[in-house]
């Protein structure tokens, strides 16, 4: 029992005279930087941007809903307002949120590389994301979109009277811009490797990254060209899924979902990378199943592909085809579960610590569990008669989405903020926000179970008196939520400028990234291409011991 | 490594082996890629011909197969030229790259030009989808199959008209890419240690080849056997 092994935690942590940031300052160095680091740090700010706008329009809708009529708005600006959130939430945040922001910035040092594979074509995603936000924008300034996220024909070739067009077009490119960055991160995980790190050496949200980029490469494009053909129909006047001509609607929706469906696990899979990272780490413990977590990654993103048809149960699909369907969709829960059961397997017996990644981490896995068996719930094929196209729906993807992803989000921004500023954030605020976050979260999400059980249909503006008081409930779970993320954008930018200086590994965590300076140079290993001779999660409890003496 | 490819190794790469090999992936997973999206308008093709096979033999029926075959060798003949280009940038000879290079841009156009004209007489016969699509069957350039109807047909003309327009789009795309590789080569750009461009292009043209080379029996061969 001695501190001898905490000398470098006693020692005072200075900032690094020269790094990445600051090398060069000028606007244009940002703008046009091919360095993985500082692209994640331009993703950073812009998604930021679009979440906030993205939740402006949730708490328009939270607002409306607060009565059974439809006093605040009218239905038609109603229906803009949940298209748009849904649009910029899934486009321009969800799918781009932990690849192109943590996964730029740590992915490459994680295996031992300088950059990615294609620092300008990872330069390209990012301009090719931020032209479509600005034409989603121009969606915006000139009146909106009324068609759903979904974009589903003939609604959206025909009778919409709003800018579609554009919309599609916004879309497309944020597609391409998702394509580029898992090409780039399958070469960049190929040949980019150190030596030393081997397939099975690679921290598990490599794994998750390679997977996901897998259905970016393979799924983006089918509805790329899908929404392509949306827009030769609306602004042709005829087109493939046109009715009137012997075309089939239908048709756009297996097209459409044979993309975002898989497009759900491009916005889960990063999410448990970041999760796997985390809980050995705030366990103090090697990370349980390694190989199950990295293989159940693979197997989610293929079998993932082989599941769209659960959203055409009411969509006149054949039953027989339905229940193959219904089948594999439970098939996905398997890998999932694994993760999971993984998970909490690494935490037995371990010395966990609440800081706030670990707080996010928590709330991941609770409510990615309820996300995922209400989704086979969804899954089955009698059920999904009663919940389909109800709030027990958008409470599903919402617990999958915001308290899976989102958390995961927060999780790995909280726990890879010291390494990409250099500087650590006040522990306390972060931690009530965490917590906030998810009180809020389940406040908001949990009621519209119930709701949908009860029967209340998705994409109203009004509804029958007896829903309020559930409605209230959301939209103060709402507010709490968005105190959670408000808190958020203040400290970390106090820290920026007032932060301790965190140090190499402010939390003695074990990855290749934890080993070169806070925040690192800009070709990331000072000392030359690092060998890696233990995997990423060699915890041990000696650690522990230390631990335990620190703190009394 | 001798100095001349460490001249080329960009920053971030160990050699010269690594980047080579990570070009070559990342374009083979750009036409994987590709061929999804391509892959969206041949699941429309196909379920639309199950759904109306009839509609799909007349159409075919009116499709100029003659200005097709033409065009499946000019392209064919393309790839042979871009692969015998690629060669030439191996081995360092620039002169036989250029005219390579110029060969493949030539029938590149040739076979924009005749579709040009194939597109055009589609539009004198009415048979541009929209409002003045008109398939007349007493004066149709080809016989009528079964008893189509007039938006049956349209169907298949949608697909003919997006399924060849996206795919020259991409040939005009690959122009545009050949005039810069020319004039690269032109400089005196490329040599046996950094050639790569050559190399990633010609994946590229071979692709756009081969999609034609899908396309061509599936819009224009319908109903030719027998
Ligand atoms: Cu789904």
Redesign the interface.
Known sequence: MSSITLTPDIAPAVMPKSHYANVRTTVMSWLFTVDHKRIAILYLISITVFFAVGGLFASLIRIELLTPKGDFMTGDTYNKVFTLHGVIMIFFFLIPSVPATLGNFALPIMIGAKDLAFPKINLLSWWLYMLGGVLAVVVLLRGGLETGWTFYPPYSTTFATSQVTIAILAAFLAGFSSIFTGLNFIVTVHKMRAPGMTWFRMPLFVWAHYATSIIQILGTPVVAITLVLVAIERVWGVGIFNPQIGGDPILFQHLFWFYSHPAVYVMILPGMGVVSEVIPCFSRKRIFGYEFIAFSSMAIAIIGFLVWGHHLYVSTQSTYAGMVFSLLTFLVAVPSAIKVFNWTATMYKGEITFEAPMIYALGFIGLFLVGGLTGLVLASMANDIHFHDTYFVVAHFHYVMVGGMVMAYMCGLHFWWPKMTGRMYPGLLATIAAILVFVGFNFTFFPQFILGFLGMPRRYHSYVEEFQILNIMSTMGASVLGLGYGMQPFYLLWSLFKGEPAGDNPWRAKGLEWQVPSPPPTFNFPDGRPVVIEDPYAYTIDVKEADSVAQH | MSHSTDSVV???F?DYE?QT??AM??MW??L???I??????F??YM??RM??PD?WATGSEQLDIVLGGFNTVVLLLSSVTMASSVWCAQKGKNKQLIWGLIATLVLGFVFLFVKYFEYKSKFEHHLV???H?FFDAAHATGPVIGSP????L??FF??YF?MTG?HALHMIIGAGILIWLIVLAMRGYFHPQRYMKIELFGFYWHFVDIVWVFLFPLLYLLHRHG
Not at chain 2, 36 to 41: A, E, R, V, Y
């Open positions: 960009a920053h971030h160990e690594q090999e990570s992936l990342g997973l750009f994987a890629q590709e999804m999206f391509f892959g969206g308008l699941a429309a379920v639309y759904k109306y509609a989808p929209g409002t699509f109807t007039q938006g049956q349209q169907l949608c697909l997006i996206m």
